[in-house]
């Protein structure tokens, strides 16, 4: 295999090198599409066989072709175990879910993890392309990057998380390396398998350090039980405490019932339908389940940032091709006491007023012939560390040469990281929800807004940070485990209970395709004067037409198969997210960080340093609070705005009577 120094071959690509970068040429994305579409059979489990009814033909049709029996599903095995018995359950199986299962083993308890797909494979954690923490040892400076989450978040940052991150984002990485999660290859265009690229032959050579599938060898060696493509529809509760959840194996529809001491959920967050950014596992289903439980979502307004490219922007590989098969690059220390400010500040313009203004005001014509290779840019730009020690290791991203994404909006409906989610309190540093025995840890799913506003912190924190938090609510709960007599049986009337709520789509006669209810919402959440340019009656609209699902689509959703029924409970969660953002976005009557609203383009520090939550109601009204923030947090309030706010949203200036800023966007320009 040729090294990055023996072999870049990346510099003036010619057209046959951009047909392969961006994986339009022949059998580029089928290639990835297996990878990435699903997880590897286990070892010797029968592939499912499609089976038409006896005397039947599947493919059966009258003269005029039209198919006359219903296309066979293939049905998967129940799983020979549906009950479960454990201190800690952990709901979900990325990288919060498997530090909590991992951390709460080593404290002693008994542990099972169930996961929607396969651990290792599903959510968010095949995704990430890089990896940072905090490294005092390589001249990492503490005030500097405090400075720059401050202002990048635009002053509405937990600060107690970040020091968290500060604290134990060193350990954290050392904890996934020992794990063999942080293996390092070459990536793909600096090997021989970029000629023709050929993904297999260069995804097999690696598939020893590939971490995808060290996932679950880890978990089953560590004595953690697991119980994969298994969707939790609820979590129970005996009494105030929590006593397990229970869900239904989707490949054959079984229900399982899992009993436990304590629950973490590490359930990620969602989008409305995969587009540009391969989410669609994620559906909003630990957020459904913790705002039925009675506790507060916050900061639903603030949306992810992610881009795809405008000329192919439902197909997510093209964006992410190398994500899946090239390892995690390692990021860090790109801030300094001098870079602070400038570095916030251009990320702010680069990654959400640029793409504001880009969507709002139209695009140039793209061809996809824009190819960017990171590893041509500098260290700063990609990531890596500014430290200057030939020892740190840290050197940011280096993914394969593609095209360059251009178009905003790339998972409608997906947050801005760690922004929105259960919101815990202000002082809380563990997760704990106030349902005893019941943690929150990850994305999506524990509104800790420790990014505030945006996601101004760079590249790679993400995967960081909710390992952080996974360690941390293992732990806990695995205490609380310990100490706790309650039961941890779930109720039979429980079990009764979501048993007939998984079924009830199975017995609608007559009603809606959870698929057709999809793309309904979709098409109302995705205009960008939805998401992006919001006002007020935009956002009414929408709200209009999302209460009409809520009402009349849902209660009539109906399945032929497990698979559907699955779908179908995701469509409520995904409904409910989408009243949630609209109102949270109504609330907030003001623009900040990955916020923008057209009729309100500024900041208002008198009324919105705060955070918005929804919390819902005894009337099952949506009760919408503003909490405001610690005094020490939001900085220097008596600040002229034009230094506190240095970035401009679309007619800013002009309502404060500002100077137009000569170009909004680029990287600390």
């Not at 994404?405 to 929105?420: N, P, R, T």
């Not at 996974?470 to 039961?487: H, L, N, T």
């Not at 809606?512 to 009656?537: T, Y």
Request: net charge negative.
């Amino acid at each position: 295999m040729k090294t990055q120094k023996e072999n870049m071959r990346t510099e003036g690509l010619s057209r046959r090198d951009f047909l392969r970068a961006s994986g339009l040429a022949a059998g580029g994305f089928g290639v990835m599409a297996a990878l990435g579409g699903c997880a590897p059979q286990a070892a010797g489990e029968p592939a499912p066989e499609a089976k038409a009814e006896e005397g039947e033909s599947a493919l059966s049709s009258t003269g005029e072709g039209r198919v006359t029996t219903e296309l066979p599903v293939p049905a998967g095995e129940a799983p020979k175990k549906t009950t479960y018995d454990c201190d800690v359950l952990v709901i979900g199986g990325g990288f919060a879910g498997l530090n909590a299962a991992m951390a709460a083993k080593n404290a002693g308890a008994s542990v099972v993890m169930v996961d929607k797909g396969q651990p290792g494979y599903s959510g968010l954690s095949p995704w990430p392309s890089s990896h940072r923490w905090f490294d005092p040892e390589m001249g990492d400076d503490a005030d500097a990057f405090k400075k720059a989450i401050t202002m990048g978040g635009e002053y509405v940052v937990n600060q107690n998380w970040y020091q968290m991150w500060i604290d134990h984002s060193k350990e954290a990485y050392e904890r996934l390396a020992e794990w063999g999660l942080m293996d390092r290859f070459d990536r793909i265009a600096d090997t021989e398998y970029w000629n023709d690229l050929d993904i297999q032959g260069y995804y097999e050579e690696n598939a020893t350090v590939d971490r995808h599938a060290r996932w679950m060898p880890l978990i089953e060696n560590a004595g953690i039980e697991v119980a994969p493509y298994t969707m939790v529809v609820d979590v129970a509760r005996d009494g105030d405490a929590v006593c397990g959840a229970v869900g239904f194996h989707v490949p054959s529809g079984t229900v399982v019932t899992f009993n436990a001491k304590s629950v973490v959920m590490a359930m990620g967050g969602g989008c409305y339908k995969p587009t540009g950014y391969p989410v669609g596992g994620n559906t909003f289903d630990g957020e459904y389940i913790a705002y039925n439980l009675g506790l507060p979502i916050a900061n639903k307004e603030f949306d992810d940032f992610h881009v795809t490219t405008s000329y192919a922007s439902g197909d997510s590989f093209v964006n992410n091709q190398w994500d899946w098969v090239e390892n995690i690059w390692l990021c860090g220390g790109d801030i300094t006491a001098d870079t602070a400010e400038s570095y916030a500040t251009g990320k702010e313009k680069a990654m959400v007023v640029a793409r504001v203004s880009g969507t709002v005001n139209g695009l140039a014509v793209n061809d996809g012939s824009n190819i960017e290779d990171q590893a041509a840019a500098d260290i700063g730009r990609r990531g890596g560390s500014l430290s200057g020690k030939e020892d740190d290791i840290r050197i940011g991203k280096m993914l394969s040469p593609k095209p360059k994404a251009d178009c905003y909006g790339a998972a409608v409906g997906m947050q801005s990281h760690f922004s929105a989610g259960v919101f815990c309190g202000l002082d809380d540093v563990e997760g704990a929800t106030g349902i005893p025995g019941l943690w929150v840890a990850g994305d999506g799913i524990n509104g800790c807004a420790v990014t505030g506003s945006a996601y101004p912190v760079g590249v790679g924190f993400t995967s960081n940070f909710t390992s952080i938090q996974g360690d941390i609510a293992g732990k806990a709960a695995a205490a609380y485990a310990a100490s706790s007599s309650v039961s941890g049986k779930v109720p039979q009337e429980t079990v009764d209970a979501i048993t007939a709520e998984i079924e009830a789509p199975l017995a609608q006669e007559k009603g809606f395709s959870p698929d057709w209810a999809r793309d309904q919402l979709l098409g109302i959440m995705s205009p960008f004067w939805v998401l992006v340019g919001k006002s007020e009656p935009a956002l009414n609209a929408a709200l209009t037409q999302v209460l009409q699902m809520r009402d009349k689509v849902v209660p009539k959703l109906q399945a032929t198969n497990s698979h559907q029924q699955r779908l179908c409970i995701e469509m409520k969660h995904k409904v409910l997210s989408a009243e949630m953002k609209l109102r949270a976005s109504l609330e907030r009557q003001e623009s900040r960080g990955a916020h923008y609203r057209s009729d309100y383009p500024y900041r208002d520090d008198d009324n919105f340093l705060c955070y918005i939550t929804i919390t819902k109601g005894d009337d099952n009204q949506m009760i919408i609070d503003r909490v405001p923030l610690k005094e020490e947090w939001v900085g220097d309030t008596t600040q002229d705005y034009a230094t506190r706010y240095a970035v401009r949203f679309p007619g800013e200036a002009a309502a404060k009577g500002l100077p137009e800023e000569e170009k909004s966007g680029g990287w600390g320009k």
